[in-house]
């Protein structure tokens, strides 16, 4: 028996709002990471802490937005979302490795 035409719609909704969720979610875990590693690196290259902060959180808020529309229109999306997650946790632990040592 096929299922009526309504409920595969609602099927489909259902999972393209999931995705559209897990994008944001995957976009922000690359852009928190990223950022702090930027103003990092910006304050060690001699920047002011202040204008480093704000220098990458500037750059965090233009790259987010490209970012999250990379993740929708992306052809492999479970396989670029895996590589984005291995990424950002890498960062992740880099930046818990320099809190550590510094």
Do not use: D, T
Not at 35 to 49: E, I, K
Not at 78 to 90: F, H, R, T
Request: charged residues 10%; hydrophobic residues 65%.
């Amino acid at each position: 028996m096929k299922q009526p035409a309504s409920r595969k719609a609602g099927a489909r909704s259902r999972q393209r709002a999931l995705w559209l969720l897990l994008a944001l979610l995957l976009a922000y875990l690359l852009i928190w990471p990223l950022s702090a590693l930027a103003a990092l690196a910006l304050a060690w290259l001699g920047q002011a802490p202040s204008e480093a902060v704000l220098s990458s959180s500037i750059a965090a808020f233009v790259l987010y937005p490209p970012l999250v529309l990379w993740l929708l229109c992306v052809r492999r999306r479970v396989l670029n979302s895996l590589w984005l997650g291995g990424v950002s946790l890498a960062m992740l632990a880099a930046l818990r490795v320099l809190a550590e040592a510094g």
